[in-house]
């Protein structure tokens, strides 16, 4: 059995920023606490340094030992992509001062390891999450994405993990 592992997943927005706490240990990943940063409608530097404290106060409160976040894709607006990744950048410099590793996942990359496919839609990924999670109600859908954010950190754990015992069984013999 391996230890227990608590995981943040993050779906970046310049207006809302979803977040998911994960406890994962062995094949288990259990739901510990969901919801999403609201930045309103102010200036877009103000939004930032919302979106930076609150992932620094989640970080606290939450004390995850891992961040999971969703990589930027190409929007077809390039201002839209240029404010997600700066909206980004702001939830994964809150995390520096608490030397946690960080992994990327692109969405696509996302919804295949939730949904068994890269094309999967918003909905089809919630009812994955919910299902995954046993949860009893749905989370907002920027929830719910950091949740499949952090399930995508959690089963390529998992999946390292069999690699790397298989890898000393087999060295040891």
């Known amino acids: 059995m391996t230890e227990r ?3 943040l997943g993050i779906d970046p927005g310049s207006r ?5 706490v994960l406890d994962c240990a062995s ?3 259990t739901y510990v606490a969901s919801g999403a940063v609201r930045t309103g409608e102010g200036a877009f530097p103000e ?7 609150s992932i620094r106060e989640i970080v606290e409160e939450y004390q995850p030992d891992v961040v999971a976040i969703e990589s930027v894709f190409m929007h077809r607006n390039a201002g839209s992509a240029l404010k997600l990744g700066q ?3 702001a939830a994964i410099c809150a995390t520096f001062g608490f030397a946690l590793e960080i992994h990327e996942y692109a969405p696509r990359e996302i919804k295949q390891a939730i ?4 094309a999967a839609t918003k909905d089809q990924v919630l009812h994955m999450v919910r299902s995954l999670l046993e949860l009893d109600g749905n989370p907002s859908p ?3 994405d950091a949740l499949a ?5 959690a089963h390529q754990r998992r999946l390292h993990l069999k690699v790397s015992s298989s890898a000393a069984i087999v060295g040891l013999q």
């Open 149 to 153: 954010t952090a399930l995508c950190y």
């Open 142 to 144: 920027d929830a719910a």
């Open 5 to 7: 592992q608590r995981i």
């Open 16 to 20: 809302l920023t979803g977040f998911g």
């Open 47 to 53: 939004r930032l340094r919302m979106i930076f404290h």
């Open 87 to 89: 909206a980004r950048s």
């Open 115 to 118: 949904v068994g496919t890269g």
């Open 27 to 29: 094949n288990c990943a």
